[in-house]
């Protein structure tokens, strides 16, 4: 179980996350759902420590994350696998290289340099690739597929880290509806089959409806709402947005379709 | 139309205060080189003065050929292959000349590979090591190749390797910062993808930044090449080997036509290395940036 207590983190005068407390189960799906600006990314790279937090904790079972420093913190990294909006892979090394990052912190830094991985590992990132119906561009290089082919890749990194949590941010931000949905199905098959904990920063409400047990709302770096999808009415929809879901939707619209083309 | 002429005004006002402040720039300028012309003596009657003796020398290096004998032998008085009578001793030291640049250009881009990391500020761990690797290459940098040659010959006797030192150390700082500054443009997506993935300092820089860079390095190398066998040709004035240490000798003993025929020789070399380089240059960056 991830437990955290009174996270808060500063931008010069800017409170980004703002004394926030959350509870996560393993094994839930939640979606982080707000405007831009309210702190969800911040949030999610506060967990995995790519930012550092000015005061509160992070618990991940019996260990206190945030005190955590060299290969402890690596190996806090490699257990709670980060999903970037922009998909983070390396361009100029193809698709199988770049799953076997995944690999990396798995390995003695000396071969690993070499580029040596073993056989097994191929293996199993070929066997991730398949999952995800990607066998046949292993070979290609990463800047040469769709954006959410590429999405599906880093997946694969993700999921070759042998995480126990993902944390997904603005995973399908980048891609048009239809890469989105396969994307995000991607995510709730690892979260179900493979029994990960998922955390997964949202622009769309209907998204996280569909495929999130719960939702966290966040405003000005806090947490304003955090149940089920269910409870998420259209009065709870004002407090988190300062607006209506179909105000929402008529300014997301036309965002939408240019992320489409 | 009120608004539309008070910005008109606005707009007038502020062409004005530009104008004003480049006339005034303008005149720093000039008045820092009137200064820097009276210190260095850059008279333009010494100029004048000079000139025609530059023309002069050229005139004495001329060799004294003659069309009937052009082709003839090498002891035929006015052929070329008199002129270029030591071509087979003049051909050893070019080539051992571009052979010292090699080898220091190799050595010193080894160097300057390993410390530039650390030198970029975005992937330095602290701000104490970037200060620290950014003066080191700014230490093997400030000191021009040729004043280490005369420390080396001093140190190591006269000949090649000090030579070659010579230019590899500066060669490192120079490459160094060029390199450090290839990393600093690179994307960091790939770098923060890996590092999220429980990757180390190294394995990111092995994986994330080293695609990304490779390409630039190559082209920065070459080029830094092309300047390499330029320095290994004068370097041998302190008696760092190579070319140099000959052309000086034919220069201190006034043997007009061998001094023209070393520079023929070596502009033919240079200007040879160089047009290679720069193919091999579109080819680094052409293929792999693609």
Known sequence: MLQIRGLTRRFGAKLAVDDVS????????????????AGKSTLLRLINRLLEANAGTIRYGSTDVTALKGRALRNWRTACAMIFQQFNLI???????????????????????????????????LQALERFDLADVALVRADQISG??????????????EPRLILADEPIA?????????????LRRINREDGLTVLCNLHHLDTARLYCDRIVGMQQGRIVFDGKPAELTADRVRDIYGASEDELRDDLAPKGSLAAA | MSAIAAVEAQFRARRRARMLANLGYGG?????????????????????AGLPRVGEYFHKLLPALQWQHLLDGPKAEGSIAYWFYRLDSWSWLLFETSQMALLATLGGAVLAFALCFPAAANLAPNRLTYVCFRRLLELFRTVPDIVYALILVWAFGVGP???????????????????????ENADMRPWEGVRAAGGNWAQGVRYAILPQVVPNFLSYVLLRFEINVRGATVIGFVGAGGIGQELYQVISSNIYDEIGAIIVLIVLVVAVIDLLSEQLRTLATGKMAA
């Open chain 2, 161 to 183: 390797l000090a030579g070659i030192m010579a230019i590899a150390l500066h060669t490192v700082g120079a490459l160094g910062k060029l390199f450090a500054e290839v990393v």
């Open chain 1, 174 to 186: 980048s891609l048009d509806p239809r890469n989105a949905e396969v994307v995000m199905e991607a």
């Open chain 1, 148 to 161: 959410g082919q590429m999405q599906r890749v880093a997946i694969c990194r993700a999921l070759l880290q």
């Open chain 2, 28 to 48: 720093v300028l000039l008045l820092c080189l009137l200064i820097s012309a009276r210190v260095s003596e850059a008279y333009p009657g010494a100029l004048a």
């Open chain 1, 91 to 125: 361009p100029r090394l193809d698709v199988l290289t770049n799953v076997l990052i995944g690999r990396l912190n798995h390995r003695a830094t000396l071969p690993s340099l070499l580029g040596l991985f073993t056989a097994a590992e191929r293996a199993m990132a």
């Open chain 1, 22 to 37: 959350l509870d996560v189960p393993a094994g839930q799906m939640v979606g982080v759902i707000g405007r831009s600006g």
